[in-house]
C-alpha cells in the first residue's frame, strides 16, 4: 500500500503538454478542444475569453459612440440659428446630459478598455486575462449599466443635470422625481465595471508576461494600460463615493450636499472632479499607446527614447491627480490654492510634449509608410496639439475666469478627446482589424472618411473658440441674435454633419470589410509586438505555444523564428506566471474555465442598483440574489491540478 | 488650408467688438485679459508652429536609403545622434515657455486684484432660477435699492459685487468687464468690477442652472457718475401712481391679484419678494432676464402667457382677460 | 448576439420603469381641463343623504398627485406663500397639522385644493385670485405628500433647507379620516 509520500515521489503521471512532441494541427486540436467556448447561447453568455469580450465591448461602445453622436446632431441642428425652436428647453437639456454622459462614461472610457482587454493578452503572450470570469462580469455591468441610461431616456426618465451634476440642481429639492437617480446609478454601474477590468489588466501585465519580457521591453501600450489601470483604481472610488452620497441624499434624505445642514455643494464638485480629471487621462493614455505602437510599426522603428515615453506615461498619471481644481477657478476659494493647480496643470503638458517629440523623431529617423492608421496619427498631432495648448492657456486663472463654461471649454475638450483619443482609437481599429477579423478594412474607403472626419472635425469645433470669446455660455438651448454667434454657430453645425457622415462611413467600412474585406496573413503591417506572432483571428487560445522574448521588438528582431517554451498542458487551461521585473517563469496557474454566473451575477446587481433607486430595501434585500451568483461563481469546480514538480 | 481660413474668417466677419465678449476689454481686468490671451496666444501659436514644422518635415523630408534606421537597414533601435540633444532643448523649450507663462499668469492676477482694492460700490447680486435679484446698499441704511436683471455702474468706481443664491448654483459673467464668479447656495462669494468705459453690456448666466439657464441674463449700463447718480435717485422713489382710468385698474389689479403673491411695487400693497422687484419695471432694457426686449409688444406677450415665451419659469400663465391684460400692461407701462 | 441581449434587457427594463412617463412629465402650463372651481369642494359634511355615498373626485387630482414636477413645484410654493407661517412644515401651529389624519375640510387631493381655492373659517385666506388653479393643485398635491398619501417615488426626501420633517420618502402613509368621522 502506497503512503502519501510515496505517492508524492512517485513520477508524475503522463500529462500531455505542449512541446516538440505535440506541435502543428494536433496541438491545434487538443488546445481548441481545452480554450474553446461551449456551443449556444449559453456559450456565448459563459464567454471568458478575452477576445471575446473585448470585441463585445468595443461593439458596445461604437454603438454608444452612435447614439451619443446622433443626440450631437440633434443639438447642433438646434444651434444652428439663433432663437431656433426646433428642440424646448427641456428636451435640449436632457440630450447634452445624455451626449456628455454617453460619451465619457458609456464610449470612451470603455472603448479604451475593451481594446485593452483584447490586445493586452496577445502583446504579453499569454492566454487569457488574470480574471476571466471578473472581466466578462464587468462586460455585463456595463452594459447594464448603458441599457438603464437609454431606456430611461426613452421613456421620458432621461438625466437632465449635465453630465458631471452639480448640486443642488441634481439634489434632492431641484432635481425632480428619479432623472438623476437613473444618472447617479449607472455611474455606480461603469465604475464597478471599469475598476473590475483594471485589477484583471494590472494582474495581466504584472504576472503573466512571456518569459523574457521585462518591463524594460513591454510595448508602449501595455505601458499605457497599466498606468491607466493604476489610475482607473485610484481615482473610480472617489466618484463613486460622490454618487452615493448624492443617491443617500435623494434618497433618504442625508445631508451630503445640504449646506443648510452643514453639507457643502463643493464637496461633489471636489470629489466628482478627483475623479474627473483623472478621468479624462485614463482616456488619453491608452490612445497614446495606440499612437506609439502604429508610429513604431509604420515607421518600420522602434520609438525612439523608450524609457523617456515609459517615463512620460507614469509622470502623465502621477500629476493627472493635481489638477482637479482647475475645474473650480470660479468657485471663490482661495486664490493661493488655484497657483498651486495652475502651475500642476501647465506641468502635466511637459510628459506629453516629449512623446510629440518621441513620436515625431521616430517618423524623421524611420520610413513613414502614409497609410491609414499614420494619417489618424498625424491628424491626432495636428489636432490634440492645438487642445493641449488651449489646456495651457485655461490653465491660467485669469484666462479661465473668462474661459469657463463657455463654448471655448467645448473646443477644447473635443479637441482633445476626439483628437487626442479617437482619432487615435479610429487608426488602432483599422490597425489592429485584421487582427481581430482576419480581414483588411478598405485603404480608399478608410482614406475617404479620414479627410471627412479631419476636416469636418476642424470646421466644427474651431468655431466654438470664437463664439466662446464673443460670450457664447455652454449648455444653452438657444442664443439671442445679434451677438455675432450666427456664423460659428452655423460652420460648427456643418461641420458637425460631416463628422456624423464620416463615422458612419468608417462604420460601414467595418461592416463590410468583415465581409468582404481582403484576406489578412498574420502580420499584414510588418509589426513588432507578440500579437502579430500569431494567426489573424488568432485562436481561442492565443499562441500554439508560448514565445519567450529578448528584444523590445522580438519580431523584428527574431530573424523568422520565435524561441517558445513547451511545457504547458493542453488538457486544462493553463497559464505560465512570470516574475514581476524581470520576467522570468515563475509559476503555471490554472486558468478560469468558461462559467454562466458572471452574468449572472451582474443581473442580481442589476436588480439591486436598478431597485435602491426606488427604495433603500433594495440594496438590503438585493444581495440576497447577489450573494448566491457569488457563491456559485466562487465554489470550487476546478479539479486540483496533479502533483509534479515545478519549474525551477 | 482650410483651418487658417476657418481662424480668420469668422474672426473678420464677427469683428472683436460686442457687448458680451470677453475679448472687450472694458472693465479694469479686461484689458489684462486681452493683454494676457494674446501673450498666451502668441507663445501657444509659436510651439505649435514648431510642432508642424518638426512633423511634416518629418513626413515629407526626403530620405536616402543608406542612412535610415528602420528595420529594412537593421538599424531600428538605433537613434540618430542629434536626438538627444534635440530632445533636451525640447524639453527646456517647453520648461521655460511653461514657466514664462505662468508668472505672466501670476503678474496678471495679482494686477487684478490691485486694481480692484477699495470698493466703493456696493452690490449684492442674489440668483434665483433664472433671474438676478440686484441690491444696491448706502452709507445710509435708509436707502437701498432693489432691482432686478439689471445692473448700472459708474464709470472708475470700483463697485463689490456680492454673489449669493436663493436656490443652485449659478455664475455671474459680465463679459466685457470682468471674469465669471460662481454663486453657490450656502457660500458667499464676491467680485470686482471697475468699468473703464461707459456703454451697454450684457452679462450671462455661465454655469447651468436649469430649464432655463440660457434665458438668465443681466442688462449692464455703464454710464458715468451722474448719470449713476440720477438713475440711483429715481430707484429710490416708490413705484409711480396711474394717471389714466385703464392705468388704475391695471394698478388694482396688480396690487390685489396673481401678481402681487409673488412681486414688490415699492410703496404699493403689493410687497412680496418671490420674484423680481418690479418698481422701475419700464425703465429696464429687457424683459424676464433678457428673454425679451422691453416694448410694448413684448409686454403683452410676457404676461399673457410667460410660459410660451420661457417655458418652465416660475412665473405662471394666468389667463388675464383682454381688458385684465390692457390695463396691467398699461400700468406696467407707467413703472418707470 | 449582444443586440439580442440588449433586447431582452430592454423589454425587462421596460416593464421596470413603465410607470415612468406621468412620473417625470414636466407641463409648464396646466392642461386645460375645463371649468375654473375644483369639482367637489364640499367636506363630506354637507353632502345631503348619505354621506358614505359622496365619494366623487376630481379627475385632475391623480395627474397632479403621481407627478413629481407638480409636486416639487408645491413644495417650493409652500414656502413662497408663507403656508410654513400657520401650518409649519406639516406639523400645524396657528393652523391645524397637516401630516396627521385629522381633516376638517376633507383629505382628498381635490378637497385640499378646494379648501385652498376657497379658504376656510377661522383664518385660511382664499388663493383663488391670488393663485392659478395649476399652482393651486400642485400645493395640494405636496399637501397630501406631507402625511404620506403619495407615491414615494415621485416626492424628494428632503428640501435644501434646515431639516423639518423626517426624509418625506420615508414619511408613513397616515389614514385619511373623513370629516364626519367619529374617530376626529
Not at chain 2, 536626438?83 to 515657455?97: D, E, H, K, P
Request: proline share 7%; hydrophobic share 45%; glycine share 8%.
Amino acid at each position: 500500500m502506497t503512503s502519501a509520500l510515496e505517492k508524492a515521489k512517485a513520477p508524475p503521471a503522463k500529462v500531455p503538454r505542449d512541446g516538440p512532441r505535440l506541435t502543428g494541427d494536433k496541438l491545434h486540436a487538443r488546445l481548441s478542444a481545452t480554450w474553446e467556448r461551449p456551443r449556444g447561447f449559453i456559450g456565448w453568455l459563459s464567454s471568458v475569453d478575452h477576445k471575446d469580450i473585448g470585441r463585445r465591448y468595443i461593439v458596445a461602445a461604437l454603438v454608444f459612440l452612435a447614439l451619443g453622436g446622433a443626440l450631437a446632431v440633434a443639438m447642433r441642428l438646434q444651434l444652428s440659428r439663433p432663437q431656433n425652436d426646433l428642440i424646448g428647453a427641456a428636451r435640449y437639456n436632457e440630450i447634452f446630459t445624455m451626449h456628455g454622459t454617453t460619451m465619457m462614461f458609456l464610449f470612451a472610457v470603455p472603448v479604451m478598455q475593451g481594446m485593452q482587454i483584447y490586445l493586452t493578452p496577445l502583446m504579453v503572450g499569454t492566454r487569457a486575462v488574470a480574471f476571466p470570469r471578473l472581466t466578462a462580469f464587468s462586460l455585463w455591468t456595463y452594459i447594464a449599466g448603458g441599457c438603464l441610461l437609454w431606456i430611461a431616456f426613452l421613456l421620458n426618465v432621461g438625466p437632465d443635470i449635465g453630465w458631471f451634476a452639480y448640486p443642488p440642481l441634481s439634489g434632492p429639492q431641484y432635481g425632480v422625481g428619479k432623472r438623476p437617480d437613473i444618472w447617479a446609478q449607472m455611474v455606480t454601474f461603469t465604475e464597478v465595471a471599469a475598476l473590475a477590468v483594471a485589477v484583471s489588466l494590472t494582474a495581466t501585465i504584472l504576472k503573466q508576461r512571456a518569459p523574457g519580457m521585462t518591463l524594460a521591453r513591454m510595448p508602449i501600450f501595455v505601458w499605457a494600460t497599466l498606468v491607466t489601470s493604476l489610475m482607473v483604481i485610484f481615482s473610480m472610488p472617489s466618484v463613486a463615493l460622490a454618487s452615493s452620497f448624492l443617491l443617500s441624499d435623494r434618497l433618504v434624505g442625508t445631508h451630503f450636499y445640504n449646506p443648510a445642514e452643514r453639507g457643502d455643494a463643493l464637496l461633489w464638485q471636489h470629489l466628482f472632479w478627483f475623479f474627473g480629471h483623472p478621468e479624462v487621462y485614463i482616456i488619453f493614455l491608452p490612445a497614446t499607446g495606440f499612437v506609439s505602437e502604429i508610429v513604431a510599426t509604420f515607421s518600420r522603428r522602434s520609438i525612439i527614447a523608450y524609457p523617456i515615453v515609459v517615463l512620460s506615461l507614469v509622470a502623465t498619471g502621477i500629476l493627472a491627480f493635481g489638477l482637479w481644481v482647475h475645474h473650480m477657478f470660479a468657485t471663490g476659494l482661495p486664490r493661493v490654492g488655484y497657483s498651486f493647480f495652475t502651475a500642476a496643470s501647465m506641468s502635466v503638458s511637459i510628459p506629453t510634449g516629449l512623446q510629440i517629440f518621441a513620436w515625431i523623431a521616430t517618423m524623421w529617423t524611420g520610413r513613414p509608410r502614409m497609410q491609414v492608421p499614420l494619417l489618424y496619427v498625424i491628424a491626432f498631432i495636428i489636432t490634440f496639439v492645438i487642445g493641449g495648448l488651449t489646456g495651457v492657456m485655461i490653465a491660467a486663472v485669469p484666462l479661465d475666469l473668462q474661459l469657463h463654461d463657455t463654448y471655448f471649454i467645448v473646443a477644447h475638450f473635443h479637441y482633445v478627446l476626439i483628437g487626442g483619443a479617437v482619432f487615435p482609437l479610429l487608426g488602432a481599429i483599422t490597425y489592429w482589424f485584421p487582427k481581430a477579423t482576419g480581414r483588411m478594412m478598405s485603404e480608399a474607403l478608410g482614406k475617404i472618411s479620414f479627410w471627412m472626419i479631419f476636416l469636418g472635425f476642424q470646421l466644427a469645433f474651431f468655431p466654438m473658440h470664437i463664439s466662446g470669446l464673443l460670450g457664447m455660455p455652454r449648455r444653452v438651448y438657444t442664443y439671442p441674435a445679434g451677438m455675432g454667434l450666427e456664423l460659428p454657430n452655423l460652420l460648427s453645425s456643418i461641420g458637425g454633419l460631416v463628422v456624423a457622415l464620416a463615422v458612419l462611413l468608417f462604420v460601414i467600412n467595418m461592416l463590410a470589410s468583415v465581409r468582404r474585406g481582403r484576406l489578412a496573413p498574420a502580420n499584414p503591417w510588418d509589426g513588432t509586438s507578440l500579437e502579430w506572432a500569431t494567426t489573424s483571428p488568432p485562436p481561442s487560445y492565443n499562441f500554439a505555444h508560448i514565445p519567450v522574448v529578448d528584444s523590445q521588438s522580438p519580431l523584428w528582431d527574431g530573424k523568422g523564428e520565435l524561441a517558445v517554451v513547451h511545457g504547458l498542458r493542453v488538457e486544462e487551461r493553463e497559464l505560465l506566471l512570470t516574475t514581476v521585473m524581470s520576467a522570468t517563469p515563475d509559476v503555471r496557474d490554472p486558468s478560469a474555465h468558461p462559467s454562466p454566473w458572471p452574468v449572472i451575477a451582474a443581473a442580481a446587481l442589476t436588480v439591486m442598483f436598478v431597485g435602491s433607486i426606488f427604495s433603500p430595501w433594495a440594496v438590503l434585500f438585493g444581495t440576497v440574489p447577489l450573494a448566491i451568483a457569488l457563491t456559485a461563481w466562487f465554489w470550487p469546480k476546478t479539479k486540483e491540478p496533479t502533483l509534479e514538480p515545478s519549474i525551477s | 488650408m482650410s483651418r487658417v481660413a476657418a481662424l480668420i474668417l469668422p474672426l473678420a466677419l464677427c469683428g472683436c467688438a460686442g457687448f458680451q465678449n470677453a475679448l472687450g476689454g472694458d472693465g479694469g481686468e479686461g484689458a489684462n485679459f486681452v493683454r494676457l490671451f494674446v501673450l498666451f496666444t502668441a507663445v501657444c501659436t509659436f510651439m505649435y508652429l514648431l510642432v508642424m514644422a518638426g512633423l511634416f518635415a518629418a513626413v515629407l523630408r526626403r530620405r536616402r536609403n543608406a542612412d535610415e534606421l528602420t528595420v529594412d537597414t537593421g538599424k531600428h533601435h538605433e537613434s540618430a545622434p542629434l536626438v538627444t540633444r534635440a530632445l533636451a532643448a525640447w524639453a527646456i523649450l517647453i520648461g521655460i515657455g511653461l514657466m514664462a507663462l505662468t508668472v505672466a499668469s501670476f503678474f496678471t492676477d495679482r494686477s487684478n486684484a490691485a486694481i480692484t482694492r477699495d470698493p466703493q460700490l456696493s452690490v449684492k447680486v442674489t440668483g434665483n432660477q433664472w433671474w438676478w435679484d440686484v441690491q444696491y446698499s448706502f452709507a445710509d441704511t435708509s436707502k437701498s435699492i432693489r432691482t432686478a436683471n439689471e445692473l448700472h455702474l459708474p464709470v472708475g468706481v470700483r463697485a463689490e459685487v456680492t454673489l449669493e443664491s436663493n436656490d443652485v448654483i449659478h455664475s455671474f459673467w459680465i463679459p466685457n468687464l470682468a471674469g465669471k464668479q460662481d454663486l453657490i447656495p450656502g457660500r458667499v462669494t464676491d467680485i470686482q468690477l471697475v468699468p473703464r468705459k461707459t456703454g451697454l453690456y450684457r452679462g450671462q448666466c455661465a454655469e447651468f442652472c436649469g430649464v432655463q439657464h440660457a434665458h438668465m441674463a443681466l442688462d449692464v449700463t455703464v454710464e458715468s457718475k451722474a448719470e449713476f447718480l440720477r438713475w440711483a435717485a429715481a430707484q429710490l422713489q416708490p413705484a409711480p401712481a396711474p394717471r389714466t382710468p385703464l392705468e388704475l385698474a391695471g394698478y388694482r389689479y396688480i396690487t390685489t391679484r396673481e401678481c402681487s403673491v409673488c412681486h414688490n411695487l415699492s410703496g404699493t400693497p403689493a410687497s412680496a419678494s418671490v420674484g423680481p422687484d418690479l418698481t422701475h419695471f419700464a425703465s429696464r432694457r429687457s424683459i424676464a432676464a433678457g428673454t425679451l426686449p422691453m416694448n410694448k409688444g413684448n409686454l403683452y406677450g410676457w404676461v399673457a402667457d410667460p410660459q410660451s415665451q420661457k417655458p418652465g419659469t416660475k412665473m405662471p400663465t394666468i389667463g388675464l382677460s383682454p381688458d385684465e391684460l390692457h390695463a396691467v400692461v398699461a400700468y406696467l407701462q407707467r413703472l418707470k | 448576439m449582444s443586440s439580442r441581449f440588449r433586447n431582452s434587457c430592454a423589454i425587462l427594463a421596460v416593464a421596470v420603469l413603465l410607470g415612468a412617463c406621468d412620473r417625470e412629465e414636466r407641463q409648464s402650463r396646466a392642461k386645460p381641463l375645463g371649468e375654473t372651481v375644483p369639482a367637489a369642494a364640499s367636506p363630506d359634511t354637507i353632502y345631503p343623504g348619505d354621506p358614505s355615498r359622496a365619494r366623487y373626485v376630481d379627475a385632475r387630482g391623480a395627474s397632479y398627485e403621481g407627478n413629481a414636477f407638480a409636486i416639487a413645484q408645491g413644495q417650493q410654493l409652500y414656502n413662497w406663500m408663507n403656508c410654513v407661517g400657520c401650518h409649519a412644515h406639516g406639523g400645524g401651529g396657528m393652523g391645524p397639522a397637516l401630516m396627521d389624519e385629522k381633516w376638517r375640510y376633507g383629505g382628498r387631493i381635490d378637497q385640499i385644493a378646494a379648501s385652498i381655492y376657497q379658504g376656510r373659517p377661522n383664518g385660511m385666506p382664499a388663493w383663488r385670485s391670488k393663485l392659478t388653479e395649476d399652482q393651486i393643485w400642485q400645493i395640494a398635491a405636496y399637501v397630501r405628500s406631507l402625511s404620506g398619501q403619495v407615491r414615494k417615488d415621485a416626492v424628494s426626501a428632503r428640501a435644501d433647507s434646515v431639516s423639518n420633517t423626517p426624509p418625506q420618502t420615508q414619511t408613513v402613509r397616515q389614514p385619511v379620516r373623513p370629516a364626519d368621522s367619529d374617530q376626529q
